[in-house]
């Protein structure tokens, strides 16, 4: 092997790991509603044992802190710290066989996430044939 394809393969593999790494969910994202365009929280998304998870860390102009529209386990719980997204596995350029969960309408809808370029995540919920689809922006 010589020195020009030693140092051809580093480069590839070096921009293989970058290009990895900036298309990725996890990170903070201030989500916006799609009925509304208001910014209503902001979600952290993280990987753990080979699945995405997030969470709400922050409500931006609440009306109360607490789920109040929600029914059992998390009826009166607080809506910062509280699990929103769960069990997204990767899939090519897309997260998906996951849930999400609606705090203000109290119900769980399959998920699927990906990404329009490095700071604009798509989220859809979806029963069925129905779905809605939110944009999320990365906060840096």
Known sequence: MTLKSIFTTILFFTLFIASSVAQSCVGVWKT???ETGEEQSQVEIYEKNGKYYGKIVKLL???TD???TCTGDRKGKPLVGME???DMKKSGSTWKNGEIFSPTKDKTYSCKLWLEGKDILKVRGYVALFYR??????IK
Not at 133 to 138: C, M
């Open 84 to 86: 929103i997204l769960w």
């Open 61 to 63: 102009n609440p009306t």
């Open 66 to 68: 607490v789920c109040n």
């Open 32 to 34: 916006i509603d799609d």
């Open 133 to 138: 689809t939110q944009t999320w922006h990365r």
